[in-house]
Antibody, heavy 120, light 107 residues
Framework: EVLLVESGGGLVQPGRSLRLSCAAS????????MHWVRQAPGKGLEWVSGIGWNSDAIGYAASVKGRFTISRDNAKNSLYLQMNSLRPEDTAFYYC?????????????WGQGALVTVSS | DIQLTQSPSFLSASVGDRVTITCRAS??????LAWYQQKPGKAPKFLIYPASTLQSGGPSRFSGSGSGTEFTLTISSLQPEDFATYYCQQLSTYPLTFGGGTKVEIK
């Protein structure tokens, strides 16, 4: 069974940093590209970032480019999202998501989400 | 960046109705479009990719069509479990993008 478990969410002040982690199990992690997708409470889905199986093919949404950094550690079956210079509009549930291929594809598995709240 | 515009953003329908949701891309994306269903408090669930290929084992009442810039998701006969929010997502080019969503509610 594919399992994706996010951690590291919480309340943070504007301008500060936070690092999300996603622990993957139940599949061969380095066979898949991975994404982060967020959803503000009561709002729609927003793709945040994606990374290929060997950490190439990295992409970011315009809204986070230059502030967020995605990375992965295949030896630890883990995905990360370093979030700097956080803004109130970054408040959302952040989902770790597995795609269907090494370089990308649609998302077939999601974590339960980690809530990030940016507020003073 | 490629923008996806979904319409309508909200629709009210009855069980048994035929429902069509449209997703328009700001530039051509061939058939690199996926559809997802999301119910309240749950993670999204994959339905269709590429544009017209239903997920294995998915209900046959769901179908997708289109290529280029205009796509549709059709539910041929709405069932009680289909009341949810539907999103399209383009997988053509980074940054990937989602449509704004279409909430399907019971009339």
């Amino acid at each position: 069974e594919v399992l994706l478990v996010e951690s590291g969410g919480g309340l943070v002040q504007p301008g500060r940093s936070l690092r999300l982690s996603c622990a993957a199990s139940g599949f061969t992690f380095d066979d898949y590209a991975m994404h982060w997708v967020r959803q503000a409470p009561g709002k729609g889905l927003e793709w945040v970032s994606g990374i290929g199986w060997n950490s190439d093919a990295i992409g970011y949404a315009a809204s986070v480019k230059g502030r967020f950094t995605i990375s992965r550690d295949n030896a630890k079956n883990s995905l990360y999202l370093q979030m700097n210079s956080l803004r109130p509009e970054d408040t959302a549930f952040y989902y770790c998501a597995r795609t269907t291929g090494k370089t990308g594809g649609y998302t077939d598995s999601w974590g339960q989400g980690a809530l990030v709240t940016v507020s003073s | 960046d490629i923008q996806l515009t979904q319409s309508p953003s909200f629709l009210s329908a009855s069980v048994g109705d035929r429902v069509t949701i449209t997703c328009r891309a700001s530039q051509g994306i061939n058939s690199y479009l996926a559809w997802y269903q999301q119910k309240p408090g749950k993670a999204p669930k994959f339905l269709i990719y590429p544009a017209s290929t239903l997920q294995s084992g998915g209900p046959s009442r769901f179908s997708g069509s289109g290529s280029g810039t205009e796509f549709t998701l059709t539910i041929s006969s709405l069932q009680p479990e289909d009341f949810a929010t539907y999103y399209c997502q383009q997988l053509s080019t980074y940054p990937l993008t989602f449509g704004g969503g279409t909430k399907v509610e019971i009339k």
